[in-house]
């Protein structure tokens, strides 16, 4: 029996996507709102709660991809079809860039919000509300590879 190398090569660059980019993106993020949370501590210590909650919060992009691995790795195999590695690959590809940039873009938001709350501004629940406008792009992305997973 010979196995056809390209689909599961084509899906473990995808797998590949699909856990790093967003584990980058989260990454990203969360430091990006810990290293504001470190500025906003000198001028409102009391707030680190709120604080950390949002440092956090971008962190939620690298869990979609590793739950979309577990989508998706029972299809991966010597057996698989060309359409399920390339499958793979594409729903890797973009579940793994809307979590790069959903995870950045939202730890800039929560960023902002921190340095506000730092200043002394009420602003912890409205923040909340608008990090979550990037994140939902994060969840469109993880509920396609359901409906890929459904294809393949």
Not at 75 to 85: F, S, V, Y
Not at 96 to 106: H, N, R, T, V
Request: proline share 3%; aromatic share 10%; glycine share 20%.
């Amino acid at each position: 029996m010979e196995i056809d190398a390209l689909p599961l090569t084509l899906a473990f660059i995808g797998v590949g996507l699909l856990v790093g980019l967003p584990g980058c993106g989260s990454a990203m993020g969360t430091a990006i709102g810990a290293m504001t949370t470190v500025g906003a501590l000198k001028k409102n210590p009391e707030a680190f709660g709120s604080y950390i909650v949002l440092s956090a919060l971008p962190g939620t992009q690298g869990l979609y991809g590793f739950a979309g691995f577990f989508i998706l790795q029972d299809l991966i195999g010597a057996e698989m079809t060309l359409l399920q590695g390339a499958g793979i690959l594409g729903g890797g590809l973009g579940l793994g860039l809307a979590g790069l940039f959903s995870g950045l873009y939202q730890g800039r938001v929560c960023a902002n919000g921190i340095d506000s709350i730092g200043s002394g501004n009420d602003v912890f629940g409205r923040t909340l509300i608008l990090a979550v406008f990037p994140e939902l792009y994060a969840i469109i992305a993880f509920a396609a590879l359901f409906l890929i997973r459904g294809i393949l």
